[in-house]
């Protein structure tokens, strides 16, 4: 079982309203219960809902409205827009500590993914090509954070694992989440099944009910199992069946979804207790009805809902927002990809911020040797503004910064610890990032 953010929030709450506290006989009423005494699992989960938050029923229809209202804006999506990505890498294990080529090969899946370039695109059914979308986001990796712990990160019916993002706690502080997409991977412990991820949604995205966004902006960020990270990984994620799930990056796609906006294609409604309800939606027009979510495979017969306008389509397991195996997840579609534009250019603009003021540079500098021990040689670029150069240590903090330098400088490192430390160069407003290890 594959578990994401709302689908455990809706399983927490509905378990604790049915097995811990007051099980009362008047959430059995005769609207609940068919001829053949079968619960509705949807009004059910909407009913428990609407016990726990009050205005719940009537907020998420009401978003749909507003999801459509959006969806018929214009966005002009041949500007590619950048983010900048940190990584905290939180482990107790070696094989928690996933190696940087594994972290790159799962920033390459973003962005293959948000920009449509992925090999398998071509894998789509022809019916769903003409809605096939491209966000044209583009991930930049600035830093990998190593963190070792002795926490663990467990995921419980009350409470995800955030402490992941604190150091204090046995994590790892987040870089400014306005202005950065953080994500943290460690070990998730679960005792209900597999927990592969999960995010946030923005703040004032009326699509989500209130309270879904982050506890505090610190908090923000996706988070995954460090068996889920990459296409190259090294260790198996067990499925529970004497197997192990196929991972091809798809976990951080489907959770980066959420961070800008994205809810499960099914909408949530049917599936939790393993039924079908075609009562919800997503909130995105081009999407087809889908009453529950797709079961880790790749079965293109599922048809669960009738679509009220226009043909009948299939359930759409290509897409990123299903729970469909990863070998088979290949697609936005242009009304999921405009909504996560508006999103990242609205409720996460500093993200955007960020990128027109400091992203890579297209200059190349080079550090020499490396590893070093003694005196380190900076090779920088002439020109393009005001140079400086900044020495930070695994936790990105500033451990020595210079703005008297020249194209070719000499850093002293003699006096610092062994260890993996970066050397960030300023040029004007813009910056770029290199690893230096010290032995
Ligand atoms: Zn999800």
Redesign the pocket.
């Known amino acids: 079982m594959k578990l994401?953010?709302?689908?455990l929030l809706l399983f927490a709450i509905a378990y604790n309203n049915l097995f811990s506290q007051q099980l009362s006989t008047d959430i059995f009423k005769d609207e609940l219960v068919n001829a053949n005494g079968v619960i509705n699992d949807q009004l059910l989960v909407m009913k428990t809902m609407e016990n726990q938050y009050p205005g719940y029923s009537e907020q998420v229809s009401k978003v749909f409205q507003e999801n459509k209202s959006r969806d018929n804006q214009s966005y002009n999506k041949n500007i590619l827009h950048e983010v900048s990505v940190v990584v905290h890498v939180v482990h107790q294990t070696s094989e928690e500590n996933l190696p940087d080529s594994v972290i790159y090969s799962q920033i390459e899946v973003l962005n293959e993914d948000f920009q449509r370039l992925n090999a398998d695109s071509n894998n789509l059914r022809s019916i769903f090509m003409p809605i096939a979308g491209n966000p044209n986001i583009k991930f930049n990796l600035v830093q990998i954070i190593r963190v070792p712990t002795t926490s663990s990160f467990s995921v419980g019916l009350t409470g995800l694992p955030d402490n992941v993002k604190q150091t204090a706690n046995g994590g790892s502080d987040a870089w400014n989440t306005d202005q950065y997409l953080n994500i943290w991977i460690c070990k998730l412990e679960s005792f209900f099944g597999a927990l592969f991820g999960y995010a946030y949604p923005p703040a004032g995205l009326s699509n989500w009910p209130a309270g879904s966004q982050a506890p505090s902006p610190d908090l923000d960020g996706v988070v995954l199992d460090y068996r889920a990270v990459g296409r190259n990984n090294p260790n198996p994620f067990n499925n529970g069946a004497g197997g192990s799930f196929v991972i091809n990056g798809r976990t951080a796609t489907?959770?980066v979804g959420?961070y800008f906006g994205m809810r499960?294609i099914w909408g949530d409604g049917g599936g939790i207790f393993g039924g079908s309800s075609c009562g919800e939606d997503d909130g995105i027009i081009d999407t087809p009805n889908q009453g529950a979510q797709s079961n880790n495979n790749c079965d293109t017969t599922l048809n669960t809902c009738t679509d009220s306008v226009g043909v009948d389509l299939p359930d759409l397991i290509e897409n990123h927002?299903d729970y469909s195996e990863e070998t088979c997840k290949n697609m936005w579609t242009q009304m999921q990809s405009d909504f996560i534009r508006n999103v990242l250019e609205n409720e996460r603009v500093g993200l955007l911020n960020d990128n027109t003021g400091q992203h890579e540079l297209t200059f190349d500098f080079q550090i020499y040797p490396n590893p070093a021990n003694d005196l380190v040689h900076i090779f920088l670029p002439d020109g393009g503004g005001k140079l400086s150069v900044e020495l930070k240590d695994i936790n990105g903090k500033t451990i020595y910064l210079s703005s008297q330098i020249q194209p070719k400088s000499i850093l002293d490192i003699s006096k610092l610890n062994r260890g993996v430390y970066f050397i960030k160069v300023n040029v004007g407003n813009k910056f770029k990032i290199k690893k230096l290890l010290v032995k």
């Open positions: 994401h953010y709302i689908g489907h959770e959420h499960h927002m």
